[in-house]
């Protein structure tokens, strides 16, 4: 559809008007919203969506780690096949007409522009944090989802910092704020690179979710899907398996059992680790852009439709 542009990554600001001009070629069947709430440096969060909420929602969250630019690339590829199905594919007529697609495209937006002005490799938000010449929080450290149980960091220099209490910081307050307003949203997605890998609850602990089963079944017909594109295996496993992780965004997107105080809103919550498997790692050239958005489109179809024909049940949901 717009080829040239999945050609190349860009700024905050390019992206933001990308997806508000997205919107409004796109008339009815989409929504932009300039503002979810601002960063800590005063930017703000922009949201859109596409589809209808017949069924359910489906919720995509994207570059919360600053330096990995294929996942706000690989959005924007996403969200433009949804909108104008450049393929005129029946699947994705069928699946919009089911599902309502949100995005919050830039959730780290204040330490996505210190990649391109200032550090490339720049991980983190720009959180000052007071009696540390060290900067920045880890926001996928930062969730209220068993904040501080292990996999993360008491100190401010570390990459995996995990603030001074959860969500402390505006980026996550605004993302899980837009999430609850939105709800109840069936599946949900933090998109990250790299090493090819879905990931599904839970990085806290090694102990299975209560829908293991099924929830294990959609990340590796995903991977099915994904790698029938081009023949890259992105590999399906719990995050744990990873490495241990608490108060991380898919974590929080499932939520624990009855008994927690933060939430249980059971979206199918994953994690997926975009290209490539480490020749080029957090530098994946823009060439790759547009091959990792097609295999990702298919896996993402793949997602919608499993999530529609069976949701994941939510017993705290009246
Ligand atoms: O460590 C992370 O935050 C993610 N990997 S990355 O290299 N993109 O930084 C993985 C998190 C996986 N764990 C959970 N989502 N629970
Ligand atoms: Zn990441």
């Known amino acids: 559809a717009q080829q040239e542009w999945h050609e190349e990554y860009h700024r905050y600001d390019e992206i933001y008007?990308?997806?508000?001009?997205?919107?409004?070629?796109?008339?009815?069947?989409?929504?932009?919203?300039?503002?979810?709430?601002?960063?800590?440096?005063?930017?703000?969060?922009?949201?859109?969506?596409?589809?209808?909420?017949?069924?359910?929602?489906?919720?995509?969250?994207?570059?919360?780690?600053?330096?990995?630019w294929i996942s706000g690339a690989t959005c924007m590829y996403i969200a433009d096949s949804l909108t104008n199905n450049p393929e005129g594919l029946d699947m994705i007529s069928k699946v919009l007409d089911d599902v309502e697609f949100i995005f919050v495209p830039l959730v780290n937006p204040d330490g996505y522009e210190y990649t391109w002005t200032g550090d490339r490799l720049w991980r983190k938000n720009r959180r000052e944090n007071s009696g540390s010449a060290?900067?920045?929080?880890?926001?996928?450290?930062?969730?209220?989802?068993?904040?501080?149980?292990?996999?993360?960091?008491?100190?401010?220099?570390?990459?995996?910092?995990?603030?001074?209490?959860?969500?402390?910081?505006?980026?996550?307050?605004?993302?899980?704020?837009?999430?609850?307003?939105?709800?109840?949203?069936?599946?949900?997605?933090?998109?990250?690179?790299?090493?090819?890998?879905?990931?599904?609850?839970?990085?806290?602990?090694?102990?299975?979710?209560?829908?293991?089963?099924?929830?294990?079944?959609?990340?590796?017909?995903?991977?099915?899907?994904?790698?029938?594109?081009?023949?890259?295996?992105?590999t399906s496993q719990k995050s744990i398996g990873l490495y241990p992780t608490s108060g991380t965004a898919s974590d929080w997107f499932y939520g624990e059992d009855a008994t927690s105080t933060n939430g249980a809103y059971r979206a199918a919550g994953y994690t997926v680790e975009l290209r490539d498997t480490g020749s080029y790692g957090f530098l994946l050239p823009p060439e790759q852009i547009i091959p990792t958005g097609m295999e990702n489109l298919e896996g993402v179809l793949e997602f919608a439709e499993r999530l529609i024909a069976a949701p994941i049940p939510n017993p705290y949901n009246s």
Request: with cysteine.
């Open 17 to 68: 008007d990308w997806y508000k001009e997205l919107a409004e070629q796109c008339g009815e069947r989409c929504q932009f919203n300039s503002s979810i709430g601002g960063s800590l440096e005063g930017r703000v969060m922009p949201a859109f969506h596409v589809g209808s909420p017949a069924v359910g929602k489906i919720y995509f969250q994207c570059q919360i780690h600053a330096r990995e």
């Open 134 to 234: 060290c900067i920045g929080v880890d926001l996928n450290r930062n969730y209220n989802d068993h904040w501080n149980e292990g996999g993360s960091s008491s100190n401010p220099c570390s990459e995996t910092y995990h603030g001074v209490s959860a969500a402390s910081e505006p980026e996550t307050q605004n993302t899980q704020s837009y999430f609850k307003t939105n709800g109840p949203i069936i599946g949900a997605i933090d998109w990250h690179s790299y090493s090819q890998l879905i990931l599904r609850p839970y990085g806290w602990t090694n102990q299975d979710s209560p829908d293991e089963t099924q929830l294990k079944e959609i990340g590796d017909e995903m991977s099915e899907k994904i790698k029938a594109v081009f023949g890259e295996t992105y």
